[in-house]
């Protein structure tokens, strides 16, 4: 990819963008942001909630609360980052929180830590549940049994015993990554999305935006949806078939941070890098220095470290007797080669605290 055409990746993805909404206790946004519902498209369902952008707390919890943070799966620097924003706002507002996550992203890894952090009995949870439905029976029984629970970046199926839900405007997301592809690969062709599994609210949601965005272009052909398992190595085996079927392949949307590792391996040993447009969701030290080395064009990167901040934010005005907002959305920030060292930097995940 020349460099004339990353300016150009940046103005199209920024005229989606909105500024994002003030918040006590944020940094300030890089420049190229799309907030919660910025690029969303119109939705009756989210109009209905009412969906906020900031969580309000108190300057200082009136105890020392006991949190618990349930990663997603341990040694993702998304999950790294989240934990950073929420051991800094503990921090602050004079509260303790642990941190557990299971190696995989895997239910069954999971929900044997949940129990064993209710049977703790800590004040509040914070987890991102790694699937819709095996973790539904048990966060709600973590509720039922008077401990406040926190939604981070995924949800189940009935989040209604949650105090609040966190996360990423992922349908935005993924219609934003389908813009910058169309910007790269102007002329139209096919296309597909690299994920992890189905049944993830996240992805499954990115998967949306993106697959709605391009049914709706007619010059973009979709060929589906390749589910990598969170394993690099599958991805880049997955493309590389891909593309042995495919060889006209123009833009793959990888959905997550080890979907765009493993896809930019991938393309790079077929030697497609001048051909294939990839788009990666999340941020991470391997996902920038694709983007540095040009394997991968853009990054829809989130802001976990304010997910983690406003969960934080959530279960201590909840325990203080005040009513957070039950659904909460943050935007993401596009990087790209031109801004990577610029605005897009403070947007990089981050490999510890």
Partial sequence: ???????????GLACLALPLAACTNSKPAPTVTVTAGAAGGSSSA????????????????????????IQGVAGDEFYITMQCGIQAEASKLGVSVRVQGPQKFDPTLQRPIVDSVVSS?????????????????????????????????????DPSFATSQIASDNIGGGKAAFEAIKTLAPEGGKVMIMSVDPGISTTDARAKGFEDAVKAD???????????????????????????????????????LFSAEGT?????????????????????????KALRDGTVQALVAQQPAAIGQYGVDAAVAKLEGQQPPAKVQTGFTVITKDNVDGEGAQAIYKSDC
């Fill in 121 to 157: 009995k800590p004040d509040a949870i914070l987890i991102a549940p790694t699937d819709v439905s095996a973790m539904q029976a048990p966060l709600q029984s973590a509720a039922q049994a008077g401990i406040d629970v926190v939604l981070v970046d995924t949800t189940v199926k």
């Fill in 264 to 288: 930019a391996t991938g393309v790079r040993q077929a030697g497609k890098q001048n051909q294939v447009r990839i788009v990666g969701f999340d941020a991470g030290p391997n996902q920038v």
């Fill in 46 to 69: 989210g109009a209905a909630q009412a969906t906020a952008t900031s969580v309000t707390a108190p300057a200082k919890a009136s105890k020392n609360y006991n949190l618990t943070f």
């Fill in 1 to 11: 990819m020349t460099s004339s055409r990353i300016p150009r990746i940046t103005i």
């Fill in 218 to 256: 007619s010059k973009y052909q979709y060929l589906g949806i390749q589910y990598s398992h969170n394993d690099p190595a599958t991805a880049s085996n997955l493309i590389s078939s891909a593309l042995q079927k495919d060889p006209d392949i123009v833009g793959v949307f990888a959905a997550n």
